[in-house]
């Protein structure tokens, strides 16, 4: 088996009054993501790290926030259009690590729900898919509860 490796890493600006979409599971907090998508910071981050794994390009370059395609574009279809890219060179999503740096609401609650989401989405099991959060101790912008940053990494292999 050979191996690859990704990670990626998204930030997008909280506002009042906007839907909070994070790995493709909907927050109800009164506040969410500024974005051309839907916002889902943290399936853009899961995307660039696949595209990563296999030096396919971002997120950005292959679905433009220029084109009208993609306005208010549910992200899990973007995380799909990537899985299958990757499929289509012969690799495979090994496993994914989620890491959400969130002030507020806690995530802790949605967890599960975010795992089973993306596992579906990318055809592998839940086992394989991690969601972790965290706080900034209030610290930053993400502390200030202006903004929610995501990490990703993953492994990709073929036979
Ligand atoms: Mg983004």
């Not at 907090?29 to 399936?43: E, K, L, Q, T």
Request: hydrophobic share 45%.
């Amino acid at each position: 088996m050979e191996f690859r490796i990704g990670q990626g890493y998204d930030v997008h600006r909280i506002a009042e009054g906007l839907p909070m979409t994070l790995c493709g599971v909907r927050i109800e907090c009164g506040r969410g993501f500024v974005a051309h998508s839907d916002g889902d910071v943290a399936i853009h981050a899961l995307c660039d790290a696949l595209l990563g794994s296999l030096a396919l390009g971002d997120i950005g370059h292959l679905f433009p926030d220029t084109s009208d395609e993609f306005a208010g574009i549910d992200s899990r279809i973007l995380l799909s259009r990537v899985v299958g890219l990757v499929r289509s060179q012969g690799w495979e999503p090994v496993n994914a690590d989620v890491t959400i740096a969130l002030q507020a609401p806690k995530v802790a609650p949605y967890i599960e729900s975010m795992r089973a989401s993306l596992a579906s989405v990318m055809g592998v099991d839940a086992g394989c898919v991690s969601v972790k959060a965290t706080t900034t101790e209030k610290l930053g912008f993400v502390g200030r509860g202006e903004g929610c940053e995501v990490w990703a990494v993953v492994l990709v292999g073929r036979k």
